[in-house]
């Protein structure tokens, strides 16, 4: 398993480092201090344009190679990133239309990381050369493992560019798209507010208006920026394979936050890298679904430099960051606490993001492995060597397993673009509390869940919850009727089908070609002011642990073959139903019309477990997480304490905890932020004579250990 750190050499120069006669002398300590750390990869280069290209054409990549050179010598392997976030300065003054422009169409000026237009001509030529000859200077390293791609595409809201550039190449996306001006006037609906167009140079950049723009024009627009950033990692990555096709490529992504399709990022990478904030999170359910979400970009067709499965954490913060109101730091046991939790769920490599807290720039007091002064007796240097150590042990059992779901949540980038579209029928709805509520609901029950769209192979999943599809494809419609035909249990949601993919809403009810799928046919819907509250009155074997309310928005159902399940209690829709089931082909489709609070959804996964055969990985208090990585025979089961006070497990049959070396049996206390990483069959692993991890005598074979509420 590959485990380090995101370091940057060019920081550690004379006068911030070294001496005038050996500027680069403390790169070897650093080596020394990261090979005792357990580090055995580094990320650089990524920023470093201005210093391999300090002047047009003239390369300077020898200082890159040394720097891997010292590396070599502690074994520590290399991820190189290219340079592209960060152009030089001689490129802007020289092309000054590779700046962005806002949606005022004001520049966003060089000087910084990131300003680039996507869309520029030149960007793309310039990106292409100095790719191409880092490639050529350093890709036959031998510390060479991978490729990094630019870094935080779309990062500082760059996504989108209203240059000239942009506008033309916008117009040649819609040109493939539509093929003609009717059709395009036909699906963005442009008759509305007379917004007809008869030339495809008409069609408006969604640029700073009087008011909002066509929401058809803008989800377009989203796609088209999206396709442009993907275009451009596709480019550098086509490269990149064709000069050095034995060395995997990846760009570090981040979860629901930046405009582009994440899925269809990950198809042009080999594997998927990511930024994680975990350690200053406080909630870990919101950590854990962004890890899902992330982990479930590229399931298939994964090259990592190992050949090992899942993702790649490129940059886990090792401390605090520097861009909070108040930066406090990260308490002790945290760091590991998350490196923990993002191994649990898949993660096959660890790089903590950054070395050592740097010297000058704007993330001097941001938290690194090192603080400033780069002695390496700093507290968090010590914990990360304790992982170090411990990563030692359990590379060899976490090889080639993965997190095995058998839910999945659907999510597409094109449906929460438009969730995000101004006049919604309600401003308070927020889609990632929707989600989130779902997926709290399985992280807290510790039920593995997958993120997936529409279009993937659903059959491998026992329940597909999908919260408020608002926009749905006529094709997605048919696969998830197939789903459920098939055998397949859907849970659905309010705001489901009110738009096609052209953003056209139905004239056959809502939800959109789903009413055959559900039984029902929603005729209105009532959105719901902050304080407002219907409450839901439940029928038949729904278990209830507390009084549930309608939050936010209240679907009134007209039921067909439906079985309702819930009703409202008040206003002038009392007695109507409020949440159904219905059966379809072999299936069942689930319909929720409202938003509630927390313990409904969990008592909506209580009922469903028993409807679907679906088990918790292991019973245990409610603050304890637990997720499992498995392959062939082999299952490895973490439990995180999330809590600052410790929590008492039972275990009735011992198991065998890998960081520890020992059975954990009986009463056993996690302590607060605790870990443990335990394994279901010890004694088989004994016979298999595994010499790294002691296996413990005593341990009994067969059925896994019961860890009572
Ligand atoms: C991103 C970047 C890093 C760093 C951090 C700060 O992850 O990739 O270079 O600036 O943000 O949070």
Known sequence: MYFGVDYHPEHWVYPY????????????????????????????????????????????????????????KKEIKVVLGTPTAAPPLWLSKK?????????RGLPLHEGTRHAYCVNSDVYWDYSKKIVRAMAGALGDHSQLIAWQIDNGIGGHATEFSFNEEARRDWHAWLRAKYETIERLNDCMGTRFWGQTVTD????????????????????????????TAVAYVKCQADLLHELTPNIPVTTNLRALTR???????????DFVSVDSNATIKSKSAENACEIDMLRSLKKDGIRTPDGD??????????????????????????????????????ASGVLYFFWRQPRIGSEKFYGGVLTHDGRGDNRVYREISQIGDEIKLLAPVLKDTCVCAETCILFTHDNAWTLKLPMQPN????????????????????????????TEELSRYKIVFAPSLHMIAGGEADLLKLYVQNGGTLVSTFNTGLVDEHHIAPDSGFPANLTDLFGLEVTEFDPLPPGEEN????????????????????????????????????DFYAGRPAMTMNNYGLGRAIYIGTMSHQYFYYDLIAWLRQLCNLYPLLKVPDTVEVSMRQKDGTKIYFLLNHQHSPVRLQFYKPMHDFLTGHDVAGNYDLPPHGVLVLDEHPKKRETEETETIPVPAAAPEGEMAKVPV
Not at 95 to 101: A, D, R, T, Y
Not at 319 to 343: D, I
Not at 543 to 568: F, R
Request: charged share 25%; proline share 5%; hydrophobic share 40%.
């Open 17 to 72: 480092a070294g001496t005038e006669e050996n500027p680069e002398a403390r790169w070897e300590r650093d080596a020394e201090l990261m090979a005792g750390a357990g580090f055995n990869v580094v990320r650089m280069g990524e920023f470093s344009w201005g210093l391999c290209e300090r002047e047009e054409g003239n390369y300077d990549f020898a200082w890159l190679r040394r720097a891997m050179d010292i590396m070599a």
């Open 95 to 103: 092309h000054p239309e590779i700046l962005p422009l806002d949606e």
């Open 200 to 227: 495809w140079s008409q069609v408006p950049m969604p640029m700073v208006a009087p008011t909002v723009h066509n929401p058809a024009l803008v989800l377009d627009w989203m796609r088209f920026s999206s396709d």
């Open 259 to 269: 405009h582009f399709d994440h899925f269809d990022m990950a198809s042009a990478l």
């Open 309 to 346: 499965c899942g993702f790649w954490v490129i940059e886990q913060k090792a401390g605090h960051v520097n861009w909070q109101e108040v930066n406090s730091l990260v308490r002790p046991g945290v760091v590991r606490l998350f490196t923990y939790q993002l191994l649990s769920r898949g």
């Open 427 to 454: 401003r308070n709805f927020n889609y990632r509390e929707h989600l989130q509520l779902f997926h709290s609901a399985l992280h807290d029950r510790n039920i593995a869940v997958d993120f997936a769209r529409a």
């Open 535 to 570: 409450h839901l009155t439940f029928k038949g074997t729904f278990p209830t642990s507390h009084l549930h309310p309608a939050k936010v928005w209240c679907d009134l159902i007209e039921p067909k073959e439906c079985e309702v399940l819930a009703t409202y209690s008040k």
